[in-house]
């Protein structure tokens, strides 16, 4: 159950051709992505989606989660701003999504010093397995210690750090873990890769993290390994903030270059550029 | 009450230069606009409304809807992310705008599919007549279809295989009929009038839809005319977007030109580049 | 209790070297800001405080806000767009941040004509006193007023004009108050100053306001002088301005433009260019 007792791979885990045929899918097939995530970050969420070429569609309310997470492409549930209301609506969306047969993400804002949320979140992931559950190595590390508090929960932990506790995950819930970093490491109990690519603004810019995981869930419409998904959406965040980073000014201008990036990034340029070990 | 039945008229039923001049009035006046709208779009549509010369005011409970609807230009309510709690504010929005004579405009976003908002949409239109409908075309022949299914809604309608629903939504609630899409079709009722500007980005840019929604709103309050207020918003948002596309490298770039462009957009120039028929 | 007592100093009350080690202060730190604000301004007012070198956190629900209160640095509440749900939120984070000697800052958005969020700020206020108050006039006026009418609550009213309120309502709470406007006018109730930098295209991006009461509560997270930081947080916003305003086509650019000078901008260059009156 650790990083140790994965096997050696020649070449990494996810190719970079089938990670590029998957954004190339996405921008095909423009899947719906029922997002419920944050206030903070919503129009920048839908605005990665639009211009990754996926149809974003955001519905708060436990009358209507329900029934478009039933017709969505991929759900995803953020947990940034979660109030009992939203709570209520999320709760209804991965069970409706999970009995018509459609993949759910997990998107852990803050659990760990957060009670309330870290108990819905084990919740949710009790009630339908997801497909893949995206944060950040603090997030993952407090999602597996099951509250016994057994390990550390400090924003800075590095990536690698959570890699047992994501295989951990991933091997409890039948699903990919990808913990976003500098590098990002990501699993699904067995195969493990790890994207190299990406650029320090990417921190200094609200709802890059959270964006991501709507990326995964549009990935994760368009092909069933759902390690392939989360490792296609990281890739292709990472390398356009490469592109972005290029003659930005700071974070405002990077925020805005990103937008353009993941609207031109060729499948082809994503093959070529994308660092996966 | 088909389209059929409208007479034909010399020229467009609006002209450019009376839409220009309701832009003006905009601008000279700074109406005060309550937005009753959705999260992802808030921003978005607020900045759309300062860069045109309007006043928004955004306020999402039913304890001071009612209060600032008394008081405002117009009102808008849009359905993008409403909820149980946001609904009661939107009923009394619409209820104390109507009471103190003050034009509202739905956007009914997503209505059709979801049978909660759509009822909502229903309810909001029979408890006082808007000053102007504005939605996409599925949204407006859904509208439209009483819930008898009688009618496929796709998203994928064009604008015109709207219109007699359009017109037979005008006539009904004594309104304006709004369809956006790469050429909006707008009526009462009575008159028909095309706007045939704008661009294709607008399309991969969350909001731009929902902030039209606003800028109608803006309009109703420097004009009683409710179908030249709906061409006049329409307009000056499709011109704004030819101008921002120009040298702008994907949506991103495209979002921030759009908001220059309003802001810079003389009514002179809307009125000599507007292409009504 | 007026103007007219507060004693004449050699130079501003407040040093630009002092206001600039402030934001070093902030940039070395980065302190947790909880941020209770509206959801029109969360994602602006997050990648303000971002560009700054603040961490910003939101939180909305009653259930979370404390827990997060009690370990910021500072803890803004923001009422514009306050429902009975979030308003229970900032009951709870004022009482927590209160009970662990966390400052917290209050901006009384449209306080004043809204009788539900005038009784909300005044019961919040007398919880526990703020370190800072941030409004403009119109709302400082009626804060400040206990709601007998007695002064005209009027947008445009100057900072000036408020300044007696200001006086009033620091030395009632024990707080600073800072009136935003073209010229700033800030007091902790002894001490008077301006902030005489900024630009006119501050007034059409929207959240400009909103995000400066972020970072009021940003820098009230490293310095125990209300004033000081209220004065260091509204000089940073508007020299950063006046750098943002040089190029900028419009306010979309401007706003963009806004974020990179205030990541870009050196604590000596604002020591250099800050004009304190």
């Not at 140790?4 to 990494?12: L, Q």
């Not at 997002?35 to 974003?56: D, E, I, K, W, Y």
């Not at 949710?124 to 508090?149: C, H, K, M, Q």
């Not at 759902?226 to 592109?243: F, P, Q, R």
Request: net charge negative; glycine share 10%.
């Amino acid at each position: 159950m650790d990083a140790a007792s994965i096997p050696a791979h020649n070449g990494p885990a996810v190719s970079r051709a089938a990670a590029a045929d998957v954004i190339a899918s996405v921008r095909s097939s423009a899947p719906l992505v029922h997002c419920l995530t944050n206030v903070v970050v919503s129009q920048f969420t839908a605005n990665v989606l639009l211009a990754a070429g996926a149809a974003p569609a955001m519905v708060h309310s436990a009358q209507e989660a329900g029934a478009l997470a039933r017709v969505a492409g991929g759900v995803l549930v953020n947990l940034g701003t979660v109030t009992s209301v939203t709570a209520e609506a999320m709760r209804v969306a991965v069970k409706e999504a999970a009995g018509a047969g459609r993949p759910w993400v997990l998107d852990p804002v803050a659990v760990g010093p957060l009670p309330w949320r870290t108990d819905l979140a084990r919740e949710l992931l009790e009630s339908a397995p997801p497909a893949v559950i995206r944060g950040n190595a603090s997030e993952i590390l407090a999602l597996d210690s099951g509250g016994t508090g057994g390990r550390g929960v400090d924003s800075t932990d590095a990536p690698e750090a959570a890699l047992d506790a994501a295989i951990a995950l991933g091997r409890r819930y039948g699903c990919a873990v990808a913990v976003s970093g500098p590098e990002d490491v990501l699993t699904d109990g067995t195969r493990v890769v790890r994207v190299a690519n990406g650029h320090l603004l990417l921190q200094r810019v609200t709802g890059t993290g959270c964006s991501l995981g709507a990326l995964v869930a549009a990935c994760t419409a368009v092909t069933g390994d759902a390690l392939l998904a989360a490792t296609a959406a990281s890739g292709l965040l990472a390398v356009a903030a490469e592109i972005a980073a290029t003659g930005s000014a700071g974070p405002g201008t990077f925020a805005v270059a990103l937008i353009d990036a993941l609207y031109e990034l060729s499948p082809d340029r994503l093959a070529r550029d994308l660092n996966l070990r």
